[in-house]
């Protein structure tokens, strides 16, 4: 049986935690569920945590990648946080680089990537509404920087 | 010497149990973690591979012994329609199918020793080690 991963909201950002070993229908699952859910939530950024992800093969990596993809298209931002090291060097020598895909070491960083996207997105934008760019911060993640 | 771990690959579930097995046989042959990582990361895309484009097969793994040193032995076999031009299916980027034509090359650069023996109409039969350092 492949199980259902939890797409949690907070804010204007989709958290995705992968916490077992998925099985390639799982994953797809996946994919295929935070596309619906960018659209449906509105959300500007997804944040896929991989802190307890012990191998990422090919299968895993594509998936990593079509959701940056799929996301950008939809509007909205990926950031991939908690990569282990052991699997940041098996990936580079399996051959997937992962270029089109953001990074950051910790959920908490990943959530600043996206902010400081946010903010660039509403400097650039003249008519964008100032209290929609607000709402979105997620709590507690705008301190420091 | 322990038994070979013998695994039947004939669903998704089949590409997961052959990564729990191969890294608890890792874990056990004292991988370093890095090792342990691309031994497991080489499994599961040889699993699927053998799953998808070889209708199904089975996996062996086993702790092995050999020139004093020690490390883990992973057989992956098919039935399936075989590999025609082996060298070509070798290089990166090129797939049968639909996938990234990273499996076999890229497995092959996270092992020590990769034999890839297939022939037309004969099944494939990939045996991969990784030797502890």
Redesign the interface.
């Known amino acids: ?2 199980e259902q991963v939890p797409i949690l909201q907070i804010g204007q950002v989709l958290l995705v935690s992968i916490q077992t ?5 799982a994953v797809m699952r996946l994919q295929d569920e935070l596309a619906s859910r960018v659209v449906e939530s509105m959300a500007d950024g997804v944040v896929i945590d991989i802190t307890a992800v ?6 895993v ?2 998936m990593l990648a079509t959701i940056a993809t799929i996301s950008r298209l939809l509007d909205a931002d990926t950031v991939v946080v908690g990569m ?4 940041a ?2 990936l580079v ?4 680089s992962l270029g089109g895909v953001t990074t950051a070491l910790t959920l908490d960083k990943g959530l600043r990537v996206l902010e400081r996207r946010r903010l660039e997105a509403a400097a650039g934008d003249g008519d964008a509404e100032p209290g929609a760019v607000e709402a979105g911060f997620p709590p507690g993640g705008a301190i420091d920087s | 010497m322990t038994e070979p771990a013998v695994l039947s690959i004939t669903g998704n579930n089949g590409v997961v149990m052959a990564r729990q097995t191969v890294r608890s046989l890792a874990q056990d042959c004292r991988l370093s973690l890095v090792e342990q990582t691309k031994l497991v990361t080489a499994a599961s895309e040889l699993a699927r591979n053998a799953l998808i484009y070889g209708g199904g097969g089975t996996m062996t793994a086993s702790i092995v012994d050999e020139f004093g040193r020690r490390g883990v032995r992973v057989v992956f076999a098919d039935q399936g329609p075989g590999i025609a031009d082996v060298d070509l299916a070798l290089t990166d980027g090129w797939t049968s199918g639909n996938g990234m034509g990273l499996g076999l090359s890229g497995s092959r650069r996270l092992v020590d020793d990769f034999v890839l023996d297939s022939a037309v109409g004969r099944g494939t039969t990939v045996t991969i080690t990784k030797w502890a350092r």
Do not use: K, Q, W
């Open positions: 049986m492949s070993d998925l099985d390639d229908h012990e191998i990422v093969d090919s299968f990596g594509r282990r090291p052991a699997v060097i098996t020598e399996l051959g997937l």
